[in-house]
């Protein structure tokens, strides 16, 4: 099993930057695929972007394409998502998500993860 807990949120102006960490516990870590999703009050959760157990696979929302980056460091059980030009759009809650295999072959759908997080906000004023 595996437990996970987002970190790095907060208020930023647009064009800012900011950079989440999703710290993980559990042995076999390192197997496994992590996302983040987000979502904003009053709309569905939405897929960000998502690295596979070797960081040899990133994935991400066309929205964010360019913008944020992902990755992942397996010796410190953490994933990371860099947030460049940070738009007021952006606004949201973000979630970590762990699962150890992608059955369906969709990286960005939620149904896919078996772990999530709390979540943390990231408000991007304009």
């Known amino acids: 099993q595996v437990q996970v807990v987002e970190s790095g949120g907060g208020l930023v102006q647009a064009g800012g930057s900011l950079r989440l960490s999703c710290a993980a516990s559990?042995?076999?870590?390192?197997?496994?695929?992590l996302g983040w999703f987000r979502q904003a009050p009053g709309k569905e959760r939405e897929f960000v972007a998502a690295?596979?157990?070797?960081?040899?696979?990133?994935y991400y929302a066309d929205s964010v394409k360019g913008r944020f980056t992902i990755s992942r460091d397996n010796a410190k059980n953490t994933v990371y998502l860099q947030m460049n030009s940070l738009k007021p759009e952006d606004t949201a809650v973000y979630y970590c998500a762990a699962t150890p295999q992608i059955r369906s072959g969709r990286a960005g759908s939620p149904k896919e993860y078996d772990y999530w997080g709390q979540g943390t906000q990231v408000t991007v004023s304009s």
């Open positions: 690295i596979s157990w070797n960081g040899g696979g990133t």
């Open positions: 559990g042995r076999t870590f390192s197997r496994y695929v």
